[in-house]
Every structure is written in C-alpha cells, then in structure tokens.
C-alpha cells in the first residue's frame, strides 16, 4: 500500500492506531508485495499471514527510468551475470520463505539486452523451481520482443515470447473487451496463466476500478482469465480509516460471486479469529497488553463465509466481522449478527468449509462464545455435504450442545 514498506515493515509489530490490514484471503491464490524498490522482499508479517491461508507470495523486481535502463543493459548483457542475478534471487526467495517474483521491466531495451530476457526467465524459473517447489515467475506486460516499452494491455505476438518463458503475464489495466477476445486464440490453453490487471484506483482508460471493480471481474471471468487486483488498498487510502473496515467489507463483498473460496484441508484447525491487529492484546479472555497494537504474522484464520441470508426470509440476513472490541486471544474476536425473523427456531450460519482427503473417523472440536445482553441460545456445530453448503439442509458430524455456564464466558 501507498508504496510499500509502511507500518508492515516491522518484523515484530508496532503500536498503532487504525492501521490497514488485509484479510479477505480467502479470494485470493496469489500475494505481490510491489515497491519501487528493484528487489522487493515481502516484509515477514505479510508472508506469514499468506501462508497461513494457503496463500503464494511473490516479491517484485522491477527496473524503471534511465537508471533501470542502465541495470538492464548491466545484467543482461551476458549469460552469466544474469544468472548470477537469477541465482540471488532465487536464494532471496528461499531465505525469506516466500515464492517467487513479479518481473517488471518498465524501461526500454536494447537489441543485446531483450534477446537475452527469455533465458534469463527460463533460468530463473529453473532456479525458483529447485529453491522453492511450487513457486511462480510472473512477466508483467511492459516490453516488447524489440525492446520497446510499449503496454499492449493483451497477449499478443509482441510479448509472447515472455509469457512462453516464464510461469503467466500480468496485463496492463487499460483494457476493453475487445483485447480480451483477441487473447484468446493466443493463449494456446494458457488462459488460467493470464492475469488480466485491474488497478483499483481506476487510473487511465480503464473497465471499472473503485466500487466498480466488480465490472472488470465480469467481463474478465467472461473470457475465463485470472484477474490481477493492483492497489486494493484504495479504499484505506481515500476513502479514510474511520470507515475502513465497512468499506473494505463493502469492496470485497461485491466481488465475491467472481472469487471461489478456498477450503481449508488440514487438521488439527485452530483460530481465535486475530485479524492481526487490536485495541489490546488478549490471552485466554484477559488483557494481557493494553494499547493498540498491529502484526500481520499474529493473524489467524478468518470465516470464508461474511453475508448470509438468515432463513431463507427475504428481509432477513446474517454476517459476521471481526471485533477488536473485545477478544479471547490476540485482538479481535467475531461477532456474528443479523436480523433473525422471530419465528426462526434454528438458523445455520456458514463459517468455513472443510476439505480432507482423509478424514478421521471422529472430530472433536470446542469453541468459545459470548452471548449479548438479553439473548438466550446455544451454538451448534453442523456439516453438511459440499453441494448443500448454502443450503438449509445440514446434516450433523458432533453437536456438541454446552449449558450456558455462569457469567458472560462458556466454553465447550
């Protein structure tokens, strides 16, 4: 956001107030962390949340203006200075823990330099795929097979031969649908590898952007590409902190029939719900540190699940949030709320979904809630089959049914 290397920087947190925090990772596959800098390491928090959702990180390296022009020819002009580049790269990546690279060429080339772009990408993917298995070499639309800096915002036969080389191409953002349907004849069954960019800010001649944003998906699931979200941290940025966890709620709300969500696919699963952040830091329900505080790598598993209808009533709804308010461990807790027809005896609300090639035989579980003032119920544990998970139809794995205990606190 705004840069990169803010408050995130940190390894091991800091105080502050409002800050920005992302955890909507369930839509998303891949983390970019961009700067300006020409070797971007994602900062630790960043990489430790991803991961933790099952979420690739990439680092950048980009090259700009006449001094990146300069690097260019530098390290391109042989075999083996840009392996030599390649190899630190690839051993940057292994010892930060993240997984791959965003190049970003954003300045001319020369004749010598561009025809040794396509070996230094194979080289470098090569070295990526030995130093951190599954990782990604992705080509960011800028140069062309001459050496011109020219965004063609398409795959095409200017910039294939980079596409071909490498792991997918992130487009440039000024698109129309016309560029999308000419992509396709040249993506040759590459089509899940062609990021196709959305800059949320909206800048230029551009499909969509701010809350509009769900246009450029539209037309992008459409043609059946991937979709690359530049600078989602648009809506901290302009919009102010005050509101910024309702906006944030807002933006990725309505893009949610465009985004599968992931499943989570191991066990034992743990979280408290922790965005990262907090107004304290709690241990077992108890301040354990007052004062604000943010780190990314403190963030456990959020809900796949937000907005959901309450018993199929058409008025009626159901979402859930974090809440720094209060907390059982690090700074934020979920509330779940809505409005519930009276006549509503049982209500099923969807958190996650649970996908285990193996299953035990049995499951425990326990959780830990808080009732409101004035509310009486109890939780229930359901499942259901995957096809049913939106439906009212749940079938039950344990119920695990708990007496409401003294004071406000039950733990099951």
Known sequence: MAGGYLSDRFVQGICEDDPFVFYHWQYIDIFVYFSHQMVTIPPVCWTNAAHRHGVSVLGTFITEWKGGAQTCEDFLQSEEKFQLVADKLALIARASGFDGWLINIENPLSACAVKNVPAFLRYLRSQMQQAVPDSLVIWYDSVLENGDLKWQNELNQDNKIFFDSCDGIFLNYNWKEEHLRRVGPVAEGRRADIYVGIDVFGRGDVVGGKFTTNESFKLIRKHNFSAALFAPGWVYETLGKSEFHQNQHKFWNMLTEYLPTH???????????????????????????????LNLSAQEIQPLFTDQRAGGAARSWVKTYGCSEDAWNGGCSLVIEG???????NLTVSLFRLHLDNPPARIFLSFIYKLEGGVSLTPELMTC????????????????????????????
């Open 263 to 293: 499943s989570i696919c191991s066990l034992p699963f743990v979280t408290s719900f922790c965005q990262g952040f907090g107004k304290n830091l709690y241990r077992n329900g108890k301040v354990e540190a007052a004062g604000s505080w």
């Open 339 to 345: 409005l519930i027809p009276a006549a509503t005896s």
């Open 385 to 412: 089959a995957p096809s049913q998970h939106q439906s009212d139809t749940s079938s039950t794995l344990e119920v695990l049914k708990p007496s409401l205990l003294p004071e406000d606190d039950a733990f099951v």
